[in-house]
C-alpha cells in the first residue's frame, strides 16, 4: 500500500482553505483498474474532484507510480495506491463510489462482445470482493461489454446477499458526451448548451440517442439525425480505428467517467435533481437492464425515468436493438451463474 499525502502543514491548510466544499463529506473513491488507459486520466480528473477526500488507486500492475504521480496534485483528497490482490481488500474497505475501468479494451476489428472472455472473469472477481469489503458503494461499470458486465455484477451481489438494484450503474456517460458533440457540430450550436439524452445499451445499435428530445432545438432533417445516431453508435469504433491497434478511448472515457462518479458523488450529498443517463436494473421495457435517464439521491438511484415521447425512426431503433441487448444481458446472467 502506498499512500501520498500532502506533508507540508502550511501547504495543506492553504489547500483547504481554497475550496468552498470544505464542509463536505469525506467521501472515498475507489479506481480499479487505476493503472490503465482511462484509469490514469480517470484517477487525474478524481483528483481533481473536491468531493473527493480519499482516493484509492488499484491495479494489478503499476499502480505505485500513477499513485505517487497523481498524488502531487494539489487537491483535497489523499491518495493511495494498492497493487495485487491481497491490497485489493485495503482499497475498497469504506468506499462510497467504486469506478471499474480493469479489462481488456478493444482492437480494430473487435466488437465489445469480443471482450467478454476476458472482462467476464476479471469483473466477476472484482464484485465478489466489492461484496465483501464494500457491500454499500455505488458500483460505476465501465469495462466491456457493459450490456454483460452490469448484468454480471448483479449476479455476484445477489449470491453474496448484497445486492442492491439501486446501486448499480453502467457508465454510458460517453455516449451521451458523443451525442451532445456531434449534435452541437451538426447543429451549429453552442455545445455547452446541449443535452441529448441516450438510452436502451452501450454497444452498437443498443446505443440509442434521443435526437428527437435534444435541445436546444435544431429541427434537423432526418438523413442528418441518422447519420448523427450512427456516428454515436459507431464513436467507439471510430477511436479504435484511429488507434489502429492501441486501444479504445480512454481520454474521452476517462472525462465521462469522471462526469458521472461526479453525479454519483453529488446525489450521496443530497444535491436535488442531479440526473445522468445509465444502464441500470429498470422497468422502463421488458428488459431487466435498460439506459435512460437516473435521477441519482442519497442512496444511488432515486428514480428510473421514463423514455419521453419518441420519433418513429427512434421507436423503430428501440425495438431493433431489443433483442441483441436481451442477448448480451442472459450471457451474463448465464457466465456469472455457471459453476
Ligand atoms: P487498458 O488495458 O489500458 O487498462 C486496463 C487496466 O486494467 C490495466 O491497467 C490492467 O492492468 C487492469 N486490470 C486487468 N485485470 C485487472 C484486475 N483483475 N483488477 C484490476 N485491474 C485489472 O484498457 P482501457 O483502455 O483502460 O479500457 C478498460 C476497459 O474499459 C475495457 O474493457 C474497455 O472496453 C472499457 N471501455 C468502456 C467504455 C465505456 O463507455 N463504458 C469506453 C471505453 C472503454
Do not use: W
Amino acid at each position: 500500500m502506498f499512500r501520498y499525502v500532502a506533508r507540508s502543514a502550511a501547504g495543506k491548510n492553504l489547500l483547504r482553505r481554497g475550496y468552498a466544499t470544505e464542509s463536505a463529506p469525506d467521501r472515498k473513491v475507489a479506481v480499479l483498474g487505476a493503472a490503465g488507459g482511462i484509469g490514469q486520466p480517470l484517477a487525474l480528473l478524481m483528483k481533481l474532484n473536491p468531493l473527493v477526500s480519499r482516493l484509492a488507486l488499484y491495479d494489478i500492475a503499476n499502480t505505485p507510480g500513477v499513485a505517487a504521480d497523481v498524488s502531487h496534485v494539489n487537491t483535497r483528497s489523499e491518495v493511495t495506491g494498492y497493487v495485487g490482490e491481497d491490497q485489493l481488500g485495503q482499497a475498497l474497505e469504506g468506499c462510497d463510489v467504486v469506478i471499474i475501468p480493469a479489462g481488456v479494451p478493444r482492437k480494430p476489428g473487435m466488437t465489445r462482445d469480443d471482450l467478454f472472455n476476458i472482462n467476464a472473469g476479471i469483473v466477476k472477481g472484482l464484485c465478489a470482493a466489492i461484496a465483501k469489503y464494500c457491500p454499500n458503494a455505488l458500483v460505476n461499470m465501465i469495462s466491456n461489454p457493459v450490456n454483460s458486465t452490469v448484468p454480471i455484477a448483479a449476479e455476484v451481489f445477489k449470491k453474496a446477499g448484497t445486492y442492491d438494484e439501486k446501486k448499480l450503474f453502467g457508465v454510458t456517460t460517453l455516449d451521451v458526451v458523443r451525442a451532445k458533440t456531434f449534435y452541437a457540430g451538426k447543429a451549429k450550436v453552442n455545445v455547452a448548451d446541449v443535452n441529448v439524452p441516450v438510452v436502451g445499451g452501450h454497444a452498437g445499435i443498443t446505443i440509442l440517442p434521443l435526437f428527437s428530445q435534444a435541445t436546444p432545438k435544431a429541427n434537423l432533417p432526418e438523413d442528418d439525425i441518422k447519420a448523427l445516431t450512427k456516428r454515436t453508435q459507431d464513436g467507439g469504433t471510430e477511436v479504435v480505428e484511429a488507434k489502429a491497434g492501441k486501444g479504445s478511448a480512454t481520454l474521452s472515457m476517462a472525462y465521462a467517467g469522471a462526469i458521472f462518479a461526479d453525479a454519483c458523488l453529488k446525489g450521496l450529498n443530497g444535491v436535488p435533481n442531479v440526473v445522468e443517463c445509465s444502464f441500470v436494473q429498470s422497468t422502463v421495457t421488458e428488459l431487466p437492464f435498460f439506459a435512460s435517464k437516473v435521477r441519482l439521491g442519497k442512496n444511488g438511484v432515486e428514480e428510473v425515468l421514463g423514455l419521453g415521447p419518441l420519433s418513429d425512426y427512434e421507436k423503430e431503433g428501440l425495438e431493433k436493438l431489443k433483442p441483441e441487448l436481451k442477448a448480451s444481458i442472459e450471457k451474463g446472467i448465464n457466465f456469472a451463474n455457471q459453476i
